[in-house]
């Protein structure tokens, strides 16, 4: 069975710094990984994902890769008090592709005004 | 455009009761995906639809629980015998390939059992 790990927080971060989330997976094999945001009392909101060691760059959001290492993170540059929210890591959940997601339990950001 | 959407938005059951759920996907999306959010957790998956197929029920916790999509676009969960574990949010998700992780989320039904 897939794993994720997720660290659940709360992170606390003053506006206008820069929030690192941070997640693990148990499989080597995995080769394509997703952030959600869900705010509270809604539902998950795709925001970013990665198929490449490295960086990959969106507006504020940053997602780094390191398969060699088995994390992903996520960087949020400029931290908003309207970013505040739980953050899903996720990875597909089989080889076959049929889109089933592995969700770790989301670290909760908290950005202080 | 319109989104996914679930009905009911909230519903309470007392145990031994049935519930049915409803998604109404995006348009046009093939894949259907209904996930189990617990409080505090990330969403666990369910069970997967491409058009009318169910293609995977692996995450359905017993076999009190049945999910169909005649049609290939609504798609019904329904919990038999509801029970108190049975708490939890029931978020059905679509996406418009049949291989495509880019999933779009319904805002759930929150299931509370007595």
């Known amino acids: 069975q897939k794993e994720v790990e997720q660290n659940s927080g709360p992170l606390s971060v003053p506006e206008g710094a820069i929030a690192s989330l941070n997640c693990t997976y148990s499989?080597?094999?995995?080769?394509?990984f997703f952030w959600y945001r869900q705010y509270s009392g809604k539902s998950p909101e795709l925001i970013m994902f990665?198929?490449?060691?490295g960086d990959k760059e969106d507006g504020r959001f940053t997602a780094q890769l390191n398969k060699a290492s088995q994390y992903v993170s996520l960087l949020i540059r400029d931290s908003q008090p309207s970013d505040s929210a739980t953050y899903l890591c996720a990875v597909p959940g089989d080889g076959s592709n049929t889109g089933k997601l592995i969700f770790g339990q989301g670290t909760t950001l908290q950005v202080k005004p | 455009g319109a989104g996914v959407s679930q009905s009911p938005r909230y519903k309470v059951a007392k145990r031994g009761q049935d519930v049915a759920l409803r998604c109404d996907p995006i348009?046009?999306?093939?894949?259907l995906f209904w996930y189990q959010q617990a409080l505090g957790q990330g969403p666990e998956f369910l069970t997967y639809?491409?058009?009318?197929?169910?293609?995977?029920k692996s995450g359905l916790p017993s076999d009190r629980f049945f999910a169909e999509r005649p049609e290939g676009s609504v798609s019904t969960l329904k919990i038999q015998r509801t029970q108190q574990e049975d708490s939890a949010v029931y978020l059905c998700?679509?996406?418009?390939?049949?291989?495509?992780?880019?999933?779009?989320f319904g805002p759930g039904t929150r299931l509370t059992v007595t």
């Open positions: 998700a679509s996406s418009s390939g049949t291989s495509t992780h880019e999933q779009y």
């Open positions: 990665i198929y490449s060691n």
């Open positions: 499989d080597r094999g995995s080769q394509s």
């Open positions: 348009s046009g999306h093939v894949s």
């Open positions: 639809f491409q058009n009318e197929a169910q293609l995977d």
